[in-house]
């Protein structure tokens, strides 16, 4: 079986970006909108500021307490995409429980939207108006580009229909005309249907959901989801039983987290020049 490496893949999109950054007036800058205080979204935020100064690209981060109301958090969004400094704004998820996260994320206009999480961005991208791609759909496109796996033609099961991982990637898919299963609950009942695919997409978050006896002798195997098991981050995946039937594997970490983040920092140089 082939680890399939997101960080080399990462750092040729992100060596790009600094090349790019270096003919550019103005380097762009990335909003991070923040409620409350969480040690892994901090580590998450940290990521991102580490590969935006790699890049030559600004961050600036707007943290809020984790009690503000919805409404409250809603009108400074409002006034932190009118900076003009500001060529993409983000909010970094998870949002605290009481506040109405889609309403939040309505706030970011499509012009600024590079996690596109907007109703407006997602449905330019739908119907492929959108100038740039949600960044974990973009890392599932660019690590399967890396490796020279086709995928119109392949049979390809997706994991989990959640709103960061699932959803974009299937749209993006189903705009390529690709064969595409989504199983969107209780995939550990639904083994047969996994096993049909050639190209096997796992997003859910829960560690070991996906088997090696789930998966289809060569088959490729992205996982993209992430949990929290005995400290470390694991991902849906079963590495050690998966390896024994896949072709290919997108672990987590090292997979589609690194490429994840260089195609946020790709989608904020768009908006940028645009």
Do not use: C
Request: proline fraction near 5%; charge should be positive; avoid cysteine.
């Amino acid at each position: 079986m082939i680890l399939m490496d997101g960080k080399a893949a990462a750092k040729k999109i992100l060596d790009g970006l600094a090349r790019d950054s270096g003919g550019m007036k103005k380097k762009p800058r990335l909003a991070v909108v923040v409620a409350g205080q969480d040690p892994v979204i901090a580590s998450f935020i940290a990521q991102k500021k580490r590969a935006a100064s790699a890049v030559g690209a600004r961050m600036r981060i707007y943290s809020f307490p984790a009690d503000i109301t919805t409404n409250a958090l809603r009108k400074n969004i409002a006034a932190i995409v009118h900076e003009k400094e500001n060529d993409a704004v983000i909010v970094q998820l998870p949002l605290p429980a009481h506040i109405n996260r889609q309403y939040i994320l309505n706030a970011i206009p499509l012009q600024k939207d590079a996690d596109v999480l907007s109703a407006g961005a997602i449905g330019a991208f739908t119907v492929g108006k959108s100038a740039v791609m949600p960044p974990v759909a973009g890392a599932v496109a660019a690590l399967l580009k890396e490796y020279g796996i086709p995928y119109r033609g392949a049979h390809i099961v997706i994991v989990g229909a959640g709103s960061l991982v699932g959803r974009p990637i299937a749209l993006w898919l189903l705009r390529e005309g690709a064969m595409l299963t989504i199983i969107a609950d209780r995939a550990e009942d639904r083994a047969d249907a996994v096993r049909a695919g050639d190209i096997v997409i796992s997003g859910v978050g829960k560690p070991g959901l996906i088997r090696g006896d789930m998966i289809k002798k060569g088959a490729v195997v992205i996982d993209a989801g992430s949990s929290e098991s005995s400290g470390a981050v694991v991902g849906d995946a079963d590495r050690n039983s998966v390896a024994s039937s896949a072709a290919y594997l997108a672990p987590v970490p090292g997979g589609v987290g690194p490429l994840t983040v260089a195609m946020l920092l790709k989608n904020l140089f768009i908006l940028a020049r645009a």
